[in-house]
DNA sequence: GGTGCGATGTATCGCCCCGATACATCGCAC
DNA sequence: GTGCGATGTATCGGGGCGATACATCGCACC
């Protein structure tokens, strides 16, 4: 899941490991707390090992750099390679259980912008399914278990289900807008969004999409 | 944080690895999905190790067990210890930062009913800090990188801002709840709710439901 | 009567990720 | 000129997870 999303930022432009993280901590607030050096920085390293990135040396446009007085340890900007576009392509494509957790689901959503109409109303598709077996759990334990558990528990559980009715409601108006062609789609992006066809308002599209469904 | 769950279910009665997942999934299922064996037998081993808890041989009222023809391996049943009381009342009662993040203030939350009331609020009171931090830096976001980021990123922070905005409002009805002295308090519990005063009824009481709202 | 299958049950292994910690430089305010 | 907060890279111990293995039990189905 980390991989996508460093993959998908140095997509946009290299970075070393500092920037990367205020990045990373921009475009996944919403998901989950800043990544920490003890997981970006061995990450780094294996993402370099498969190839996917490489360090790209310092120098820039300044030239002439200061001459290493003492033993500098200078910023590592890492660029993505060929490869490693590739593998980001496919790691935005594929989508195994993992994709529909809150981690994963995240990452993914954070680029839609990058990712094709059918794989978009697929991983949302999946994560709506996720998120109603989760609030069948809930409602059962809220419907049977009301004696057996204490109230702030039972409390909890409430909570926790308005959340989740919350996000299937949600993820039901993405998956509308995504049917009638009025995705959001706007802002800067690496590479161009991925388009398979025009908004098509009405007409041939209006009943069933090519969406594959949950196997 | 596993370790105050275990011990609190435990309090309640001795269970086995098998039972205890299934318990730990209904109490928390709120928080978090069922913890993983690979998770529990080492955290278990673990908290036997300390001296928290004790291996209780398996049999029960049936007595005349049938004897181990093949190598049986019988379930192990666990039961709290002494000292295992007095760590989950510890562990209870302090508050670290990790006691502010989800899956912390979930647990926590989780036993409020064997919680004293000065340790909710306070809980209560931090959880609502992080959150409005994290709410404010979404804020952030959203007011400052609308140029920057694609709309599909922002439509993740937006609902993830709702989210905070939310959470926010149900602590703050949690808070007046618990200064009002209208906390919930039922249900079973195995030892004595910690009450250090009886609900006062009457005047202030008058409005709502004893339980935090519910819309 | 047997056969298969899903629930019950314990256990390990490799890997990911986190928080704590250490260390060095830079800009700048006091 | 000195301290301090932001910038920056890096490691380490340990917790937690998914995959995997293996064994028993009850029961439906043939």
């Not at 912008?113 to 994560?127: N, P």
């Not at 706007?186 to 209006?206: C, L, N, R, Y």
Request: hydrophobic share 35%; aromatic share 6%; with cysteine.
């Amino acid at each position: 899941m980390l991989d996508l999303a460093i993959l998908g930022l140095l997509q946009e432009s290299p970075m070393h490991g500092y920037e990367l993280r205020k990045e990373l901590a921009t475009k996944l607030g919403a998901i989950r707390a800043a990544i920490s050096y003890g997981t970006l920085y061995p990450t780094l390293r294996r993402l370099q090992a498969a190839g996917w990135i490489t360090e790209a040396g310092e120098a820039a446009a300044g030239a002439e750099e200061v001459p290493p007085l003492t033993t500098r340890r200078g910023r590592v900007v890492y660029k993505i390679t060929a490869e490693g576009k590739e593998r980001f392509a496919e790691l935005l494509a594929q989508a195994g259980p993992e994709t529909y957790d809150d981690a994963g689901f995240g990452v993914h959503f954070a680029f839609f912008a990058r990712t094709d109409r059918a794989t978009r109303l697929r991983i949302l598709e999946g994560r709506r399914r996720k998120v109603e077996e989760r609030r069948e759990g809930l409602r059962d334990v809220l419907a049977r278990a009301t004696e057996r558990l204490d109230a702030y528990t039972l409390e909890l559980q409430r909570h926790g289900l308005d959340a989740c009715e919350r996000e299937v409601r949600w993820l039901e108006e993405l998956i509308a807008n995504e049917r009638s062609g009025r995705a959001p789609e706007a802002g800067p992006s690496a590479s161009p969004p991925v388009e398979d066809s025009p908004p098509p308002p009405g007409s041939t599209t209006g009943s069933t999409t090519n969406l594959p469904e949950r196997p």
